[in-house]
């Protein structure tokens, strides 16, 4: 039985995609472990059909706690027997560089994101720069690795010659649940990191033109300068934020949702963003809730072929509650939308993906 260990930065709880990618392998006959690391508040881990390690960092942000996380990290797998070290995104890379180089094993980079072009580290110029130069160094060593999209996977291509494998983070197809009808409006759902770049600064401040509830579930580097906003729009009655929600959990609320939001900042200030395909647009289309969205390629494609959302142009907060309002009472126009989500996500599934995935291992371990 070949042996995986993956790593991420964050406490395993909440991480849909990893559990996704784990369990499938798990059930193709490998043997997975799923390394993170304890925060603060992280809660007690779930059962799982893989192996999950999580170490503590006493630096709970900032640039000391990737130095001491990247530290702890090389030394525990170092010491971990594997086949292959998997490196889930920019910010775990040179730990599993190191130790596959000094243990002689395979190395896998999984991209999900284009780290540096994400905008807490874009716009700053001295943390893209140290990003930038992990990447430069490291990447060109990964020959092996997989993205979440075909635009992503274009600017490997471009930066580093490197074709890597295309798969995407769909949600997993269950058509024996029972979907509500929709026939009256519930609430506006935002699901996912309440980060920058999420464009919060102006869906905000929409809601002041809405005729509707919102619930914003997640949280994130921007959280706090979002409750600011709901307190400065004086929209407390209208808006709620849930903070983290368990995926078991979170699940009912995108289900019980009239309305998701699938927004991103602006492409001049992450490329990251632009090129992007997030977790939550495949989450509301299997749930077949219409959603608004930017007009940026991922979404732009797959819109051409089902129509499942409401794409706009730009993100001023006027365009966002034009665009909300029409959702709210054009109802022609939502159950169109709602019945083009119902057959695309038959075609963007994990079940699906996951015949990628495992391709991709078996042709690298043989």
Same mark, same amino acid.
């Given at each position: ?10 406490d395993l709880v909440y991480d849909q995609r990893m559990n996704r990618i784990c369990t499938s392998l798990c059930n193709a006959g490998y043997d997975v472990t799923l390394i993170g ?15 999950? #390690? ?6 709970? #942000? ?42 002689? #094993? ?75 009808? #929709? ?48 307190? $400065? ?34 492409k001049s200030k992450s490329k990251s963003n632009y090129l992007s395909m997030g977790n939550r647009f495949f989450d509301y289309m299997h749930s077949a809730i219409p959603q608004i ?7 732009? $494609? ?23 309002? $029409? ?19 038959? $075609? ?19």
């Amino acid at each position: 039985m070949h042996k995986l260990v993956f790593t991420v930065t964050n406490d395993l709880v909440y991480d849909q995609r990893m559990n996704r990618i784990c369990t499938s392998l798990c059930n193709a006959g490998y043997d997975v472990t799923l390394i993170g690391r304890t925060n603060k508040n992280s809660p007690p881990l779930l059962d799982k059909p893989y192996h999950q #390690k999580r170490f503590k960092c006493y630096v709970q #942000k900032g640039k000391w706690m990737y130095i001491e996380y990247n530290i702890k990290l090389f030394f525990i797998l170092l010491f971990t027997s594997t086949d292959v070290y998997g490196a889930i995104d920019l910010d775990s890379i040179l730990p599993n560089l190191l130790a596959s180089i000094i243990r002689q #094993k395979k190395r896998v980079y999984d991209a999900h994101e284009l780290f540096c072009e994400m905008e807490e580290v874009y716009t700053r110029p001295g943390i893209y720069k140290m990003w930038k130069t992990i990447e430069k160094w490291s990447v060109p060593y990964f020959d092996d690795g997989y993205t979440i999209g075909d635009f992503y996977a274009l600017e490997y291509q471009k930066m580093y010659q490197k074709n890597y494998t295309v798969v995407r983070n769909a949600t997993v197809l269950d058509e024996s649940i029972q979907l509500p009808t #929709k026939d009256e409006i519930t609430y506006i759902l935002y699901q996912g990191a309440v980060n920058e770049g999420r464009s919060f600064d102006t869906l905000i401040p929409a809601m002041q033109h809405v005729n509707a509830k919102m619930i914003i579930c997640g949280n994130g580097n921007y959280f706090e300068q979002t409750k600011a906003l709901v307190a $400065k729009y004086n929209l407390q009655d209208k808006i709620t934020m849930t903070g983290y929600i368990k995926p078991q959990e979170l699940i009912n609320y995108t289900r019980n949702a009239y309305i998701g939001i699938t927004i991103f900042s602006d492409k001049s200030k992450s490329k990251s963003n632009y090129l992007s395909m997030g977790n939550r647009f495949f989450d509301y289309m299997h749930s077949a809730i219409p959603q608004i969205g930017v007009n940026y390629p991922e979404y732009q $494609k797959v819109n051409e072929e089902f129509e499942i959302s409401l794409l706009v142009d730009d993100l001023q907060a006027i365009t966002l509650a034009n665009a909300m309002n $029409k959702l709210l009472t054009d109802k022609k126009y939502y159950q169109r939308l709602r019945t083009n989500a119902l057959a695309c996500r038959k $075609k963007y599934c994990w079940q699906e993906e996951e015949k990628k995935l495992i391709a991709f291992y078996k042709k690298l371990l043989g």
